[in-house]
Structures are given as C-alpha cells and as structure tokens.
C-alpha cells in the first residue's frame, strides 16, 4: 500500500522558519499531484498549497504569499516552505496524494486505479 510519510512541524520558536516535506512510497505507477492541507483549530481543514496539477501550483486563499510548494515532475516528494516568520498558531498539517496504480488482472493486462492517500499530520506548536 502507499505511504505518506511526513516531516517538519513540531515546536517552533518566534521568528524560526518552518520546511515541511513528504515522501510517498509504495506501489505508485505515478503520481499526479501532491500537496498539503491545514487544520487550525476551530476552523475547517483546508488547503495550504499543491503541486503537480494542471495550470500550476495552487495555493489557498488564506495564503496570501506565506508559503511556497516545490516537487519536481515525477517526484515522490514534495516540500512546503513558509516564507514569513512569526507567531505561529498551533495546527496540523497533513500531506496529501493523488495516485495512479497499475493493478495486474491477467499475465498480459493491467488496470489503473486512481487514489487518493493522506498522511497522519504533522503538528506545529507555537512558542514564546
């Protein structure tokens, strides 16, 4: 199965910067978009930033130039850089996939399955 596996996060102190990157691995014949969506508390989740898709990176609206997404074509990585340094409030980020997956059905044919893969979230905590 696929696996997401994430890094960055954790306890970041005032004015610190924040890198975050996720590695997908397992049976991927390839990988159409890759990216990363935040849950703040008392907000719904939502997206941060994706790479891989059509037209370019897309960002979300709530953004407004803070981060940056990088993946080259083809990769199984993606990074998230947050721009500006502050105050950071506590939320989860979670790393997102959308897969394509060749699964054999005979010795000579095969079928593309499209998923769609989450990893566990990554925490990040404020500090003072």
């Known amino acids: 199965q696929v696996q997401l596996v994430e890094s960055g996060g954790g306890l970041v102190q005032p004015g610190g910067s924040l890198r975050f990157s996720c590695v997908a691995s397992g049976s991927i014949s390839s990988i159409l978009s890759m990216g990363w969506y935040r849950q703040v508390a008392g907000e719904q989740c939502g997206l941060v930033a994706s790479s891989g898709e059509c037209g370019g990176p897309k960002y979300g609206d709530f953004v407004r130039g803070r981060f940056t997404i990088s993946r080259a074509s083809g990769d199984n990585t993606v990074h998230l850089q947050k721009n500006s340094r502050g105050v950071e409030n506590p939320a989860v980020y979670y790393c997102?996939?959308?897969?394509?997956?060749?699964?054999?059905?005979?010795?000579?044919?095969?079928?593309?399955?499209?998923?769609?893969?989450w990893g566990p979230g990554t925490q990040v905590t404020g500090s003072s």
């Open positions: 997102h996939a959308d897969t394509l997956t060749l699964i054999p059905v005979t010795a000579t044919s095969d079928r593309v399955q499209n998923n769609a893969y």
